[in-house]
Protein backbone atom coordinates (compact mmCIF):
# COMPACT_ATOMS: atom_id res chain seq x y z
CA UNK A 1 0.00 0.00 0.00
CA UNK A 2 1.54 3.12 -1.08
CA UNK A 3 1.09 7.05 0.08
CA UNK A 4 -0.57 10.30 -1.68
CA UNK A 5 1.63 11.29 -4.04
CA UNK A 6 2.65 14.94 -6.21
CA UNK A 7 4.39 14.72 -9.34
CA UNK A 8 5.34 18.15 -11.14
CA UNK A 9 7.84 19.27 -14.02
CA UNK A 10 9.79 16.44 -13.33
CA UNK A 11 9.96 16.22 -9.33
CA UNK A 12 8.04 14.24 -7.24
CA UNK A 13 6.55 15.02 -3.44
CA UNK A 14 5.59 11.14 -1.65
CA UNK A 15 4.04 12.28 1.89
CA UNK A 16 4.81 9.17 4.47
CA UNK A 17 0.59 8.75 4.48
CA UNK A 18 -1.96 8.52 2.67
CA UNK A 19 -3.83 11.98 2.83
CA UNK A 20 -7.27 11.25 5.23
CA UNK A 21 -9.67 12.96 3.15
CA UNK A 22 -9.18 12.34 -0.71
CA UNK A 23 -13.09 13.38 -1.41
CA UNK A 24 -14.52 12.79 -4.93
CA UNK A 25 -16.84 15.62 -6.54
CA UNK A 26 -18.14 14.92 -10.11
CA UNK A 27 -18.59 18.10 -12.00
CA UNK A 28 -20.78 18.14 -15.21
CA UNK A 29 -20.34 21.66 -17.14
CA UNK A 30 -22.70 22.23 -20.38
CA UNK A 31 -21.82 23.33 -23.27
CA UNK A 32 -24.83 24.99 -25.21
CA UNK A 33 -24.60 25.76 -29.30
CA UNK A 34 -27.32 28.47 -29.92
CA UNK A 35 -28.01 28.89 -33.74
CA UNK A 36 -28.85 32.80 -35.14
CA UNK A 37 -32.43 32.81 -34.48
CA UNK A 38 -32.02 31.78 -30.75
CA UNK A 39 -32.74 28.41 -30.51
CA UNK A 40 -30.43 25.89 -28.78
CA UNK A 41 -29.19 23.69 -31.33
CA UNK A 42 -26.90 21.32 -29.71
CA UNK A 43 -26.18 21.05 -26.02
CA UNK A 44 -23.13 19.15 -24.47
CA UNK A 45 -22.27 17.34 -21.15
CA UNK A 46 -18.91 16.35 -20.42
CA UNK A 47 -17.71 15.86 -16.42
CA UNK A 48 -14.71 16.12 -14.64
CA UNK A 49 -13.35 14.87 -11.41
CA UNK A 50 -12.19 17.26 -7.84
CA UNK A 51 -11.14 16.00 -5.55
CA UNK A 52 -11.27 17.38 -2.32
CA UNK A 53 -8.13 17.02 0.06
CA UNK A 54 -7.10 17.04 3.61
CA UNK A 55 -3.30 15.69 4.40
CA UNK A 56 -1.98 15.72 7.59
CA UNK A 57 -0.02 15.72 9.88
CA UNK A 58 3.01 17.28 7.84
CA UNK A 59 6.63 16.80 8.70
CA UNK A 60 8.04 19.96 8.51
CA UNK A 61 10.73 18.42 5.46
CA UNK A 62 6.86 17.75 3.89
CA UNK A 63 5.48 21.45 4.33
CA UNK A 64 8.38 23.27 3.14
CA UNK A 65 8.62 20.92 -0.27
CA UNK A 66 4.92 21.44 -1.01
CA UNK A 67 4.83 25.36 -0.53
CA UNK A 68 8.67 26.36 -1.34
CA UNK A 69 8.89 24.00 -4.38
CA UNK A 70 5.04 22.51 -5.50
CA UNK A 71 3.19 25.15 -4.38
CA UNK A 72 5.03 27.95 -6.66
CA UNK A 73 4.39 25.97 -9.75
CA UNK A 74 0.42 25.23 -9.15
CA UNK A 75 -0.72 28.02 -7.94
CA UNK A 76 0.38 29.49 -12.03
CA UNK A 77 -1.98 27.20 -13.31
CA UNK A 78 0.50 24.43 -14.48
CA UNK A 79 -0.50 20.86 -14.73
CA UNK A 80 1.03 18.10 -12.27
CA UNK A 81 -0.54 14.55 -11.16
CA UNK A 82 -1.71 13.53 -7.96
CA UNK A 83 -2.61 9.77 -6.74
CA UNK A 84 -3.92 8.94 -3.17
CA UNK A 85 -1.94 5.88 -3.10
CA UNK A 86 1.13 5.76 -4.90
CA UNK A 87 1.05 2.11 -5.87
CA UNK A 88 -2.26 2.84 -7.69
CA UNK A 89 -1.58 5.71 -10.08
CA UNK A 90 -1.88 4.31 -13.77
CA UNK A 91 -3.49 5.45 -16.87
CA UNK A 92 -3.86 3.94 -19.95
CA UNK A 93 -6.70 3.50 -22.85
CA UNK A 94 -9.33 0.44 -24.15
CA UNK A 95 -7.59 -1.58 -26.75
CA UNK A 96 -11.74 -3.03 -28.41
CA UNK A 97 -15.06 -1.20 -28.20
CA UNK A 98 -16.67 -2.22 -24.94
CA UNK A 99 -20.52 -3.58 -25.39
CA UNK A 100 -22.99 -4.63 -22.32
CA UNK A 101 -23.36 -7.60 -24.29
CA UNK A 102 -19.74 -8.11 -23.72
CA UNK A 103 -20.36 -8.93 -19.81
CA UNK A 104 -17.32 -6.91 -17.94
CA UNK A 105 -14.24 -7.44 -19.64
CA UNK A 106 -12.51 -4.34 -20.63
CA UNK A 107 -9.77 -4.62 -22.89
CA UNK A 108 -6.44 -2.32 -22.62
CA UNK A 109 -4.10 -0.91 -24.85
CA UNK A 110 -0.82 -1.11 -22.90
CA UNK A 111 0.33 -4.93 -22.22
CA UNK A 112 2.98 -3.59 -19.48
CA UNK A 113 -0.10 -2.35 -17.60
CA UNK A 114 -1.29 -5.52 -16.05
CA UNK A 115 1.79 -5.81 -14.02
CA UNK A 116 0.56 -2.12 -12.37
CA UNK A 117 -3.04 -3.44 -11.63
CA UNK A 118 -4.14 -5.18 -9.23
CA UNK A 119 -7.70 -7.09 -7.98
CA UNK A 120 -9.88 -5.16 -5.94
CA UNK A 121 -8.28 -1.86 -7.20
CA UNK A 122 -11.14 1.15 -7.77
CA UNK A 123 -10.93 1.72 -11.26
CA UNK A 124 -12.91 4.67 -14.14
CA UNK A 125 -13.33 4.46 -17.10
CA UNK A 126 -14.55 7.75 -19.40
CA UNK A 127 -15.53 7.87 -23.20
CA UNK A 128 -13.87 10.39 -25.44
CA UNK A 129 -16.15 12.85 -25.13
CA UNK A 130 -16.63 12.51 -21.43
CA UNK A 131 -20.26 12.57 -21.70
CA UNK A 132 -20.30 9.30 -19.62
CA UNK A 133 -18.31 7.27 -16.65
CA UNK A 134 -18.82 4.13 -14.66
CA UNK A 135 -16.61 3.40 -11.65
CA UNK A 136 -15.63 -0.05 -11.20
CA UNK A 137 -13.30 -2.70 -9.47
CA UNK A 138 -10.78 -5.08 -10.90
CA UNK A 139 -12.87 -8.59 -10.33
CA UNK A 140 -10.03 -10.58 -12.43
CA UNK A 141 -7.04 -9.96 -14.65
CA UNK A 142 -6.26 -11.53 -17.35
CA UNK A 143 -2.47 -10.49 -18.89
CA UNK A 144 -2.06 -9.03 -21.52
CA UNK A 145 -5.40 -8.64 -22.91
CA UNK A 146 -8.07 -7.52 -20.42
CA UNK A 147 -9.52 -7.30 -16.83
CA UNK A 148 -12.47 -7.99 -15.72
CA UNK A 149 -15.18 -5.90 -14.15
CA UNK A 150 -16.85 -6.67 -10.76
CA UNK A 151 -20.05 -5.69 -12.39
CA UNK A 152 -21.73 -5.03 -15.71
CA UNK A 153 -20.86 -1.74 -17.29
CA UNK A 154 -24.18 0.11 -18.42
CA UNK A 155 -22.93 2.04 -21.33
CA UNK A 156 -21.06 1.41 -24.89
CA UNK A 157 -17.24 2.52 -24.81
CA UNK A 158 -15.36 2.82 -27.76
CA UNK A 159 -11.49 1.82 -28.25
CA UNK A 160 -9.58 4.70 -27.52
CA UNK A 161 -11.53 5.66 -24.01
CA UNK A 162 -9.58 6.34 -20.83
CA UNK A 163 -9.39 3.54 -18.48
CA UNK A 164 -7.19 4.52 -14.75
CA UNK A 165 -7.18 4.41 -11.19
CA UNK A 166 -10.03 6.43 -9.79
CA UNK A 167 -7.92 7.55 -6.87
CA UNK A 168 -5.65 9.13 -9.62
CA UNK A 169 -5.24 12.33 -11.71
CA UNK A 170 -2.55 11.73 -14.16
CA UNK A 171 -3.43 16.05 -15.07
CA UNK A 172 -4.52 17.90 -12.56
CA UNK A 173 -4.85 21.57 -11.48
CA UNK A 174 -5.06 23.62 -8.51
CA UNK A 175 -8.22 24.72 -7.88
CA UNK A 176 -8.53 28.29 -6.82
CA UNK A 177 -4.99 28.62 -5.42
CA UNK A 178 -5.77 30.77 -2.34
CA UNK A 179 -7.73 28.14 -1.03
CA UNK A 180 -4.68 26.23 -0.14
CA UNK A 181 -4.70 26.40 3.56
CA UNK A 182 -1.54 24.89 5.82
CA UNK A 183 -3.25 25.10 9.58
CA UNK A 184 -1.92 23.76 12.73
CA UNK A 185 -4.27 22.10 15.03
CA UNK A 186 -5.15 24.74 16.50
CA UNK A 187 -2.62 25.19 18.82
CA UNK A 188 0.05 26.87 16.75
CA UNK A 189 2.38 23.67 17.10
CA UNK A 190 4.91 23.74 14.32
CA UNK A 191 4.47 20.01 14.06
CA UNK A 192 1.15 19.40 13.74
CA UNK A 193 0.15 20.85 10.27
CA UNK A 194 -2.07 19.78 7.84
CA UNK A 195 -3.05 20.70 4.33
CA UNK A 196 -5.95 21.87 2.36
CA UNK A 197 -6.91 22.05 -0.75
CA UNK A 198 -8.72 21.11 -3.89
CA UNK A 199 -7.71 20.18 -7.09
CA UNK A 200 -9.49 19.26 -10.40
CA UNK A 201 -9.03 16.81 -13.46
CA UNK A 202 -7.22 18.90 -16.54
CA UNK A 203 -9.06 17.53 -19.50
CA UNK A 204 -6.97 16.16 -22.18
Given at each position: ?????I????N????????????P??????T??????????????????????K??????????????????????G????????????????????Y????????????????????????????????????V???????????I?????????????????????L???????????????????????????????????
Amino acid sequence: MGTTQIVWDGNTITLGHRAEAFTPVHKTLVTTITTQSGYNAYRSYWCKLVFKIKCGILTAAEERALTNFWFQWARHGYEFSIAWDSDQCQATTTDQDYSPSTPKRIYLANSTWFSLIHVGDEMVIYSSDRDKFEVFRVASISSPDYIEADTDLTYFYENGDTVRHYWYLPYARLVRPEKYIISTDGEGRTNARHLKMEVEESVQ
